[in-house]
């Protein structure tokens, strides 16, 4: 089995650390926030084990593949090759789904390609393609020993009838002498009597009985038929008329098909993609909400938000006359108005000159090309589903097959949990069970692990761009477990990352499972229970940045409870617990009311958020919180402020009040704050601009002329002409990636030699964003401006951060804590309420506690906060708890509970109520 060792690891904070790790062990490495586990876990045995399976293939295929820097190890051994599964989502591609992401997307098209059943559209029958050896197959199963005809439909054209005589000598002289006419079959002679016009010819091909003796003949018979029919063939059997196509043909209306080839199904694909919306499921249009923004406004009073500004004045004129011929009030809220008024508003009149929306920006779609146009344009636009297939991406063709009663649309809509009920209970003819294969069980296969990690609730249809950085992760952790890799090393960021505490034995069973195939599963996580199933701790610490970076623990559960040293330790056996300060609320109490929510899976909900209190929103993934605070609050919100809101954006709801009670309603998610590399916790606390000035204050920075500006990397003074500013150039290696090197000039330091000679008490400016805000905020002690915006990112457990440390490079909880802080650093000026996205992602208890310090201190200062959340810790600390439910998706929306944390510990219905009951019995069994 053998074992991995590590010695002499330097990497970034590390300091010279010794490990022997075992394979095909489950290692949980925690520790407070920059203690170095994500140095160890991805930068030290990912990077090494990535390194070294790299030099194992050849250079062309090295260009495909990720490469990291080296890591300062003095020696490395027993590295298995690595894959890294982190709970980032960069995935931006509009067309990428869970179905994609996952391969079952592929699995899919290959199934209904197969073994899907094909109805006409028009007909609403089943459209086959035979051939002869099937056919005679059926007949022998259902007209043994009984006589049929087999009858050729021989296609005349156009010009047919005027060589009809030709044709029927033709096919007499070939030995057929039974032609169909008048409800009879006569010979050619009579046919021709008649004198009737045909499209075709009816031509009695064979009769005989069916039997096993005459299979050959009835095979070759049909053969005859399919060859003169042009592929179509008829067998008349009793009275009944059956009919045969060797191609994909309706035999009712005559329409034709395409093979059903993958794909056709495929969405990414020119022969299945939807032409009008090119495979997206969605049209870029206008946007009605857009133009009207505030439906409470009138005409008069601007309620056409295009036509309000300067540059319109004609066109809001002209409004106000076609108003007064038609007799719409333009005094009354445009909501008010009929939806006839609005409608020719917006389109016209037929007949009447008024120049409507429609054609305003029908014109303005003629200047495209001009800059200002197309900006303007875009404050109007906004997605709508494609119509023409009705969001499905496909064209209708391949909507046209059906599996188990459903197209593939159909299948993909479908949550997870309801698609494996569905794959498992399908009915498939032992024929469909053949051409399917192994496929259907891989299906199923490949379904259950996505229900196992938790997301059951999820759509193969779900846009990968929108799901949170915890879902990716597990779509990847339930792909690795599709893939049934063995003896590799995954490396993982904080799985249990947006999973209820309910699915967290779920989680940890995959996890096991993933080792037992014989992998090596290294987890960074700070979540109780799964350092509690851990095979081994590793324990980071003793605290972040410069003071962390040491092994403070390597070994079991049970011995890490005895290590006085480490903080995981106190707060695992109850030594030190999360505590807050309780005020009671000021004034008479206030609330926000949301009435009739009904948006995504919310079935019209009565919430109630008590202001001037931590109000937690809680429930199982899926269950609609984020539903219920972006989409509904937040995005209402904003709209009641004037400001635009698309309408796939806005959340369904009858009523909200309360909105009057806030001066301010601030959204404090994990998205990234930027995409420039130049942007750090220094810029972005607008702390480097003091930082500028002090060295721009210097007796030698005033002797070479140098202010400010010289010392910033975006400001052509004073940053390095060569890479401007970056520390990296960017080298082109033709057939290989383009590798970022430092620059050669500036050696990483990002400004001229002249700035960097500048100094403040011994340091440049270089070395002064080396610095983490710990150690700024001692050195600029006695630099008040500096201190004051630093100060905050200290007190919330951001300290060990270095100045100059790209916030591209922060995770999404380090990002929503830095955002905070900024938020505290701010002058108070009126009472605001605070919404946050599981704000505890990625901290540890200790840093929890910095949190929960920071909460006191917006509460005391007379804000408001909003949180949804999953850590117990802190749900248990909450002053009033709202808890969706009771599972995920369609069977989530509903309030199980609202109000204080006593009542949710009786809550029997709640997962939230029994989970936080389970752990503060923990917490009450460690005292």
């Known amino acids: 089995m053998g074992a991995i060792e590590l010695r002499g690891v330097k990497t970034h904070n590390l300091k010279n650390l010794q490990l022997k790790l075992p394979r095909r062990k489950l290692y949980v490495v925690t520790g407070v926030s920059g203690s170095g586990k994500s140095s160890l876990a991805f930068d030290t045995l990912y990077a090494e084990g990535q390194r070294r399976y790299l030099e194992s293939v050849s250079a062309y295929a090295r260009q495909f593949l990720e490469r990291m820097p080296k890591p300062d190890v003095e020696f490395s051994s027993g590295i298995p090759p690595a894959l890294a599964i982190q709970t980032k989502n960069v995935v931006s591609n509009a067309r990428s789904t869970v179905g994609t992401q996952t391969e079952i997307n592929d699995y899919l098209r290959v199934a209904f390609a197969r073994a899907g059943r094909l109805i006409c559209p028009e007909c609403e029958i089943e459209v086959e393609k035979y051939d002869p050896v099937s056919?005679?197959?059926?007949?022998?199963?259902?007209?043994?020993?009984?006589?049929?005809?087999?009858?050729?439909?021989?296609?005349?054209?156009?010009?047919?009838?005027?060589?009809?005589?030709?044709?029927?000598?033709?096919?007499?002289?070939?030995?057929?002498?039974?032609?169909?006419?008048?409800?009879?079959?006569?010979?050619?002679?009579?046919?021709?009597?008649?004198?009737?016009?045909?499209?075709?010819?009816?031509?009695?091909?064979?009769?005989?009985?069916?039997?096993?003796?005459?299979?050959?003949?009835?095979?070759?018979?049909?053969?005859?038929?399919?060859?003169?029919?042009?592929?179509?063939?008829?067998?008349?059997?009793?009275?009944?008329?059956?009919?045969?196509?060797?191609?994909?043909?309706?035999?009712?209306?005559?329409?034709?098909?395409?093979?059903?080839?993958?794909?056709?199904?495929?969405?990414?694909?020119?022969?299945?993609?939807?032409?009008?919306?090119?495979?997206?499921?969605?049209?870029?249009?206008?946007?009605?909400?857009?133009?009207?923004?505030?439906?409470?406004?009138?005409?008069?009073?601007?309620?056409?938000?295009?036509?309000?500004?300067?540059?319109?004045?004609?066109?809001?004129?002209?409004?106000?006359?076609?108003?007064?011929?038609?007799?719409?009030?333009?005094?009354?809220?445009?909501?008010?108005?009929?939806?006839?008024?609005?409608?020719?508003?917006?389109?016209?009149?037929?007949?009447?000159?008024?120049?409507?929306?429609?054609?305003?920006?029908?014109?303005?779609?003629?200047?495209?090309?001009?800059?200002?146009?197309?900006?303007?344009?875009?404050?109007?636009?906004?997605?709508?589903?494609?119509?023409?297939?009705?969001?499905?991406?496909?064209?209708?063709?391949?909507?046209?097959?059906?599996?188990?009663?459903?197209?593939?649309?159909?299948?993909?809509?479908?949550?997870?949990?309801?698609?494996?009920?569905?794959?498992?209970?399908?009915?498939?003819?032992?024929?469909?069970?053949?051409?399917?294969?192994?496929?259907?069980?891989?299906?199923?296969?490949?379904?259950?692990?996505?229900?196992?990690?938790?997301?059951?609730?999820?759509?193969?249809?779900?846009?990968?761009?929108?799901?949170?950085?915890?879902?990716?992760?597990?779509?990847?952790?339930?792909?690795?477990?599709?893939?049934?890799?063995?003896?590799?090393?995954?490396?993982?960021?904080?799985?249990?990352?947006?999973?209820?505490?309910?699915?967290?034995?779920?989680?940890?069973?995959?996890?096991?499972?993933?080792?037992?195939?014989?992998n090596t599963v290294v987890v960074v996580e700070h979540d109780r229970t799964m350092i509690q199933s851990a095979d081994e701790v590793i324990d980071l610490g003793p605290e972040g940045g410069a003071k962390g970076g040491r092994l403070v623990f390597q070994g079991s559960i049970d011995a890490l409870k005895s290590c006085q040293a480490s903080y995981t330790s106190r707060y695992l056996s109850g030594k030190e617990k999360l505590q807050r300060v309780f005020r009671p609320a000021r004034g008479k109490p206030r609330k926000i009311l949301i009435e009739g929510a009904s948006a995504h899976n919310l079935k019209k909900i009565r919430a109630e958020i008590p202001l001037g209190r931590l109000a937690v929103l809680t429930g199982v993934s899926g269950s609609g919180k984020s539903t219920l605070l972006y989409n509904v609050l937040y995005n209402h919100y904003l709209k009641s402020k004037g400001q635009p809101v698309s309408r796939d954006e806005l959340g369904n709801v009858k009523r909200i009040a309360g909105f009057d009670g806030v001066e301010d309603m601030v959204l404090v998610d994990q998205s990234s704050l930027g995409r420039s590399p130049r942007s750090n916790p220094a810029t972005y606390t607008k702390a480097f601009e003091e930082v500028r000035k002090v060295f721009a204050s210097t007796r030698q920075a005033k002797r070479a002329g140098f202010d400010a500006g010289y010392f910033s990397f975006n400001s052509e003074k004073g940053r390095c002409p060569v890479c401007k500013g970056d520390g990296a150039v960017k080298v082109e290696m033709h057939f290989l990636a383009d590798i970022f090197v430092p620059c050669e000039a500036c050696q990483g330091r990002r400004f001229k030699n002249e700035v960097l000679e500048i100094e403040y008490q011994g340091l440049n400016i270089d070395k002064v964003l080396q610095l983490t805000i710990d150690e700024s905020v001692d050195f600029f002690q006695a630099r008040k401006a500096i201190v004051d915006k630093l100060e905050p990112l200290r007190k919330i457990g951001l300290g060990y951060l270095k100045l100059g440390q790209p916030t591209l490079t922060l995770s999404g909880g380090e990002a929503q804590r830095l955002k905070l802080a900024c938020e505290m650093a701010e002058p108070f000026s009126g009472a605001a309420l605070y919404l946050l996205d599981e704000p505890t992602t990625g901290l540890h208890e200790r840093d929890i506690h910095h949190l929960l310090t920071a909460f006191d201190e917006l509460l005391a200062r007379g804000h408001s906060l909003f949180v949804i959340e999953h850590h117990m810790g802190l749900i248990a600390l909450a002053d009033y708890v709202i808890d969706l439910g009771p599972e995920g998706g369609e069977e989530g929306g509903e309030i199980i509970y609202q109000g204080d944390m006593a009542g949710l510990l009786e809550c029997n219905r709640s997962h939230t109520g029994r989970c936080l009951k389970k752990y503060l019995a923990g917490l009450s069994a460690a005292d």
């Open 135 to 518: 056919i005679a197959r059926r007949l022998l199963q259902d007209f043994l020993e009984k006589t049929v005809r087999i009858v050729a439909l021989v296609p005349l054209g156009k010009a047919g009838m005027k060589y009809l005589s030709e044709n029927v000598r033709e096919l007499e002289r070939q030995g057929f002498s039974d032609f169909f006419c008048d409800g009879e079959w006569k010979n050619g002679d009579s046919l021709l009597s008649a004198k009737q016009k045909f499209s075709e010819l009816r031509v009695s091909i064979d009769v005989l009985p069916v039997n096993e003796k005459n299979r050959e003949r009835l095979t070759d018979s049909l053969e005859l038929g399919f060859r003169y029919g042009k592929g179509n063939v008829q067998v008349w059997c009793q009275g009944r008329e059956l009919k045969f196509s060797e191609i994909l043909q309706c035999v009712s209306c005559g329409k034709k098909f395409p093979e059903p080839v993958a794909n056709l199904f495929s969405f990414n694909s020119p022969l299945g993609a939807c032409p009008a919306c090119q495979g997206f499921g969605r049209v870029i249009t206008i946007d009605r909400d857009l133009v009207v923004p505030d439906a409470s406004k009138s005409i008069r009073e601007g309620a056409i938000e295009p036509w309000t500004k300067a540059s319109t004045r004609w066109e809001r004129g002209q409004l106000l006359d076609f108003c007064a011929r038609k007799r719409i009030p333009v005094q009354r809220p445009w909501a008010t108005l009929k939806k006839e008024h609005q409608k020719w508003i917006f389109e016209g009149f037929p007949g009447d000159d008024y120049f409507s929306l429609r054609d305003f920006f029908d014109y303005l779609n003629k200047k495209i090309y001009k800059m200002h146009v197309r900006i303007f344009l875009n404050r109007y636009r906004g997605y709508v589903p494609c119509a023409v297939c009705h969001a499905s991406r496909l064209k209708p063709d391949a909507m046209n097959y059906r599996l188990g009663g459903r197209t593939i649309a159909d299948v993909q809509a479908l949550p997870i949990d309801r698609l494996l009920e569905f794959l498992e209970t399908i009915h498939l003819s032992p024929e469909e069970k053949e051409k399917m294969g192994p496929v259907h069980e891989e299906l199923i296969r490949r379904v259950r692990f996505l229900k196992e990690v938790g997301l059951g609730y999820l759509t193969l249809d779900r846009m990968s761009r929108t799901l949170s950085g915890g879902e990716v992760q597990r779509i990847h952790l339930a792909s690795s477990l599709g893939s049934a890799l063995v003896d590799t090393l995954y490396v993982l960021d904080e799985p249990s990352i947006g999973l209820h505490e309910r699915d967290n034995q779920m989680l940890i069973a995959l996890l096991k499972k993933l080792r037992d195939l014989g």
